[in-house]
């Protein structure tokens, strides 16, 4: 019964998240179809930025899927889609810098960005605590209140959504600094023309976003459960 205000908080945030991922994906189809003006793929940007940052153990690599892009600090790669990774256009060249930007932090060893890796183990102990108890109250709500005082179980979903939240947060400086780092990048080494970099720079405003409604979306389902505790004290 308790999680029914907040399933309706994550409703809320999931059709927000859905309509901003659909801004996304409609950005980058549109900038997708102007061609690069230095016709340079995704994959020679990635390489370029890594090489001019002095990176040679990072390899760039193609991963199936769409806007699947990411960097794999574990054994260091980037990891780029196949329209990213063979696309000649603005919206190619702003999530390859983007993602290589991400490997400049790890080479630079950038504090947000460690902290943000030493919470990974926290955060997917709690995604798991959360599901386990979302799942053992629809099927057994009933032996479970019986078997654990509630407030018992109000402070481990307090303590797991505390971790989930602050991961996070912690997300929202590594991204945006990674996209800092890809514009100022691409537009001093002149991957880019102007009106490309503002195509690039809105594109990756829009991948920001998704992250920004998620951490919100977070935080509210946490001050929820603590104002449920509030209201017992």
């Not at 971790?163 to 691409?186: G, H």
Request: overall charge positive.
């Amino acid at each position: 019964m308790f999680t029914s205000p907040a399933f309706i908080i994550g409703i809320v945030f999931m059709l927000i998240g859905l309509a901003v991922s659909q801004m996304l994906k409609s950005k980058f189809n549109k900038y997708s179809k102007i061609p690069l003006s230095t016709n340079l793929s995704g994959k020679e940007i990635a390489e370029k930025m890594l090489k001019q940052h002095g990176i040679y153990d990072v390899k760039v690599e193609s991963v199936p899927g769409k806007l699947t892009d990411h960097y794999n600090p574990l054994n260091k790669t980037v990891n780029l889609s196949p329209e990213v990774y063979e696309g000649r256009n603005a919206a190619a060249a702003a999530i390859a810098a983007h993602e290589c930007g991400h490997a400049v932090q790890h080479a630079t060893a950038y504090s947000m960005l460690k902290l943000r890796s030493a919470l990974v183990p926290l955060q997917n102990a709690s995604g798991k605590i959360i599901n386990i108890i979302v799942m053992v109250s629809i099927f057994g709500g009933y032996f479970l209140y019986n078997a654990i005082p509630f407030d018992i179980i109000l402070y481990v979903i307090i303590a797991a959504y505390a971790v989930i939240t602050t991961f996070s947060l912690v997300t929202l400086p590594v991204e945006f600094d990674a996209s800092n780092r890809a514009l100022v990048w691409i537009r001093t080494n002149g991957i880019v023309n102007s009106s490309e970099y503002d195509n690039a720079k809105d594109a990756l405003k829009w991948a920001a976003s998704t992250y920004v409604v998620a951490a919100i979306g977070s935080l509210a389902t946490l001050m929820y459960y603590v104002s449920l505790l509030g209201r017992r004290d």
